[in-house]
């Protein structure tokens, strides 16, 4: 096996663990996100954590011996408006009136939003497998916000959806991107955070709903969200977009909310009723369904180079 074929088969392994640490990043940091708001407004932390995680990309990058010239504008442009602007500034906002563990899971409608933008713009059908953990999941969702006797903030769910939208047509164009050009993921990575940062800013500074509280907890939740929830987080993202079909990375994602509801139940006391259990199992099994889909695909693949090699010798 060559170096290259060895580097290409290590790939998915990569992008699985990497969705393993981002689960762990992003799950706690619905709880950071959260518990923040009485330091500082919504859309001021937004643009804080996108400003700050946006400048520790700028100055790795030469660090890297890589040039601060920004990849093709338009790929950029989107990415950083839809992904990094919309996703985390209505995320932000719907924690407001929400809580941290059912916008989270509100957020990760995503999946959902992506299945369907995947096979419309990037023709990756989703296969059976999918589609049923889709549905379960779905299930799983209802359970855990039972719209059917709902009390919380409705413009608060209808943010967090809005945010898992945005997240989605994101990074289907960040997958686009991929396929069409060579793209450093670096510098990918920083420039559409200073778009998403530059945004988010204009609107911090337009609005500026209330004084910041500068305090150690305060420093230290934008610490965490510049440095691992965007910089690092935002990174591993689109490694994982770039490695993964689009669908099976959304998907996949689904074990953060899980994880944001325990974090919220542990750290927050919001304390999930029966039919959320439920929804949380539920989820859980569409995760497990997911994982078996992906490991079918994988063995497959395997198979088809394994036949490929034999009919070269």
Known sequence: MTESSSHNSQTPRL??????????????????????????????????????????????????????????????????????????????????????????????????????????????????????????????????????????????????????????????????????????????????????ATVLATLALATHEQPIVWSLPMLGALAYNAVLGTALGWGLWLFVMRSLPAGVAGLSTLATPVLSVLWAVWLLGERPGFAESIGITLILLALALLGASGIRQAALRHLSHIREGSSLK
């Open 15 to 196: 992008a699985v663990l990497a969705l393993i640490v981002l689960a762990l990043i992003w799950s706690y940091n619905w709880v950071v996100m959260k518990w923040v708001l009485q330091y500082v407004g919504a859309i001021d932390f937004a643009a804080l954590r996108a400003v700050f995680g946006a400048a520790l990309l700028l100055v790795m990058l030469p660090l890297s011996g890589r040039s601060l010239k920004p990849p093709p504008w338009r790929p950029v442009l989107w990415i950083g408006l839809w992904q990094v602007a919309g996703m985390a500034g209505l995320s932000q906002l719907a924690l407001v009136s929400g809580g941290a563990g059912k916008t989270a899971v509100l957020v990760y409608t995503m999946p959902f939003w992506m299945l369907a933008l995947a096979a419309w713009l990037l023709n990756e059908k989703p296969r059976p497998l999918q589609i049923v953990a889709a549905g379960i999941a779905a299930a799983g969702l209802l359970f855990v916000l039972r719209p059917w006797q709902w009390q919380g903030s409705w413009l608060s769910s209808m943010l967090a959806v809005g945010s898992g939208a945005a997240w989605a047509a994101g990074s289907v164009a960040a997958k686009r991107a991929f396929r069409h050009q060579a793209i450093d993921l670096l510098q990918l990575t920083t420039w559409q955070m200073v778009v998403g």
